[in-house]
C-alpha cells in the first residue's frame, strides 16, 4: 500500500474515532472553554482534555509496544500498514477508555476519583502521540526504546505517582496500597 493511501486511511480513521467520541457525547475539548497544549499537573482541571499531559508518555509508551508486537506478527507489511494497525489499536483503546465501564473502573479502581473522560481534542492527540513513540520505535535501536520507556515510566511515576504500568495494573488487579500510596 502507498504511503499516501496510508495517510488518507490513517486520517480517516482518526476522523472516525472523533465522530464516535463525539456521538457517545464526548466533549470537544476542555469543558472549561480552552485548550492547553501541556497540563503539567494531574490536578489541574481538565487535565485529560487538553493536547497533552503526564499521561502522554503512556500513550508514546504504547507507539513502542505497538510497532514491536505488529512488526513480530505482520513483518511483510509496510510500516505503513503497521502504523494503521497500530491507529486501529489506539483508536478502539480511545472508544473503550471513554465509555462508561472503564470510566466508573477507574474511579472506583485508581485515584482518578473524579475523572470524567477524556475530550474528543485529547483523544485524537492521544494517537497522535502515539504515533510519535511507534515511528520512534520504528527509527531507534531497540535499546534506545527500551531505555526511553523506562525512563518515560520512571519520571512519570516520579511527578505523578502514575504511569503506564501502574495504570494497567490497578485497572486489571487494584492493589490498596498502591492506591494509598498514591493518594498519598
Given at each position: 500500500m502507498s504511503r499516501t493511501k496510508c495517510i488518507v486511511i490513517g486520517l480517516a480513521m482518526v476522523a472516525a474515532t472523533a465522530a464516535?467520541?463525539?456521538?457517545?457525547?464526548?466533549?470537544?475539548?476542555?469543558?472549561?472553554?480552552?485548550?492547553?497544549?501541556?497540563?503539567?499537573?494531574?490536578?489541574?482541571?481538565?487535565?485529560?482534555?487538553?493536547?497533552?499531559?503526564?499521561?502522554?508518555?503512556?500513550h508514546i509508551i504504547h507507539g513502542f509496544i505497538f510497532y514491536w508486537v505488529l512488526w513480530l506478527a505482520f513483518r511483510r507489511s509496510s510500516v505503513?500498514?503497521?502504523?494503521?494497525?497500530?491507529?486501529?489499536?489506539?483508536?478502539?483503546?480511545?472508544?473503550a477508555e471513554n465509555s462508561p465501564w472503564i470510566i466508573d473502573r477507574y474511579r472506583e479502581a485508581t485515584i482518578?476519583?473524579?475523572?470524567?473522560?477524556?475530550?474528543?481534542?485529547?483523544?485524537?492527540?492521544?494517537?497522535?502521540?502515539?504515533?510519535l513513540g511507534f515511528f520512534f520505535a520504528w527509527r531507534m535501536p531497540v535499546w534506545v526504546t527500551i531505555l526511553t520507556a523506562i525512563a518515560f515510566e520512571l519520571l512519570a511515576l516520579w511527578v505523578i505517582k502514575d504511569n503506564l504500568t501502574l495504570n494497567v495494573l490497578m485497572l486489571v488487579y487494584p492493589v490498596e496500597a498502591i492506591k494509598v500510596w498514591q493518594g498519598g
Open positions: 464516535i467520541l463525539l456521538a457517545m457525547g464526548r466533549i470537544p475539548i476542555c469543558d472549561c472553554g480552552y485548550v492547553l497544549l501541556w497540563t503539567p499537573a494531574d490536578d489541574v482541571a481538565g487535565s485529560s482534555q487538553h493536547i497533552a499531559d503526564w499521561y502522554t508518555l503512556s505503513g500498514e503497521r502504523a494503521l494497525g497500530a491507529i486501529f489499536i489506539e483508536a478502539a483503546w480511545e472508544v482518578a476519583v473524579g475523572y470524567t473522560g477524556d475530550s474528543v481534542l485529547n483523544s485524537v492527540f492521544d494517537i497522535v502521540w502515539m504515533l
